[in-house]
């Protein structure tokens, strides 16, 4: 199974602060990333998928990048309905692993 | 609007079968496939398995023999059965569709199905 790490494990940030979060794939999995936001008691939301195609009615502030074993999802300006649980999914291979989430937090 | 929706909460004993519902609604039921992920508490999501538009269906290796997906097409529904309950299934479980995209991430969700197994 591809394994997938993420760093931080949680972030503490302001409103307006640009904010970067690392998934690492055990292996290459060329462009095969997703992002999801979750929220407490929610289902996660789909916001990039591709490593960098953002998803329809997702705000431009989200943006993704990298390939093969390293990837970057960026928010440019935090947003109070930002603060969440981020998880990466590999799409590249079954089963379909998450990483273990990244919580945004209020500073 | 495209939607999944689940059914709702249930609580099982250890040894016990549970049968989640996913009703589909928005658009063609059998043009996708039905993906289905847990959340044991404070842990990460896992896949467990898809049913395909057309009833083909594959299962995670550490639930292989316990996990059961299915669907009724005329009720444009899906269905999760899983048995032999232990308390470490204890999760959220979810449904979602995925999209259509040359290698497809998981667009529409449902809102989720507490299963608590308990004695």
């Known amino acids: 199974d591809i394994q997938l790490t993420q760093s931080p494990s949680f972030l503490s940030a302001s409103v307006g602060d640009r904010v970067t979060i690392t998934c690492r794939a055990s292996?290459?999995?060329?462009?095969?990333l997703a992002w999801y936001q979750q929220k407490p008691g929610k289902a996660p939301k789909l916001l990039i998928y591709a490593a960098s195609i953002l998803q329809s009615g997702v705000p431009s502030r989200f943006s993704g990048s990298g390939s093969g074993t390293e990837f970057t999802l960026t928010i440019s300006s935090l947003q109070p309905e930002d603060f969440a649980t981020y998880y990466c999914?590999?799409?590249?291979?079954?089963?379909?692993?998450f990483g273990p989430g990244t919580k945004v937090d209020i500073k | 609007q495209v939607q999944v929706v689940q059914s709702g909460a249930e609580v099982k004993k250890p040894g016990a079968s549970v049968k989640v519902s996913c009703k589909a609604s928005g658009y063609t039921f059998t043009a996708y496939t039905i993906q289905w992920v847990r959340q044991a508490p404070g842990q990460r999501l896992e896949w467990m398995g898809y049913i395909t538009g057309n009833g083909n269906t594959k299962y995670s290796q550490n639930l292989q023999g316990r996990v059961t997906i299915t669907r009724d097409t005329s009720a444009s529904t899906a269905y999760m059965e899983l048995s032999s309950l232990r308390s470490e299934d204890t999760a959220v479980y979810y449904c979602?569709?995925?999209?259509?995209?040359?290698?497809?991430?998981?667009?529409?969700w449902g809102q989720g199905t507490l299963v608590t197994v308990s004695s």
């Open positions: 979602s569709r995925e999209m259509i995209f040359g290698v497809a991430p998981f667009d529409v």
């Open positions: 292996q290459a999995i060329s462009n095969y």
């Open positions: 999914q590999q799409l590249n291979t079954y089963p379909r692993t």
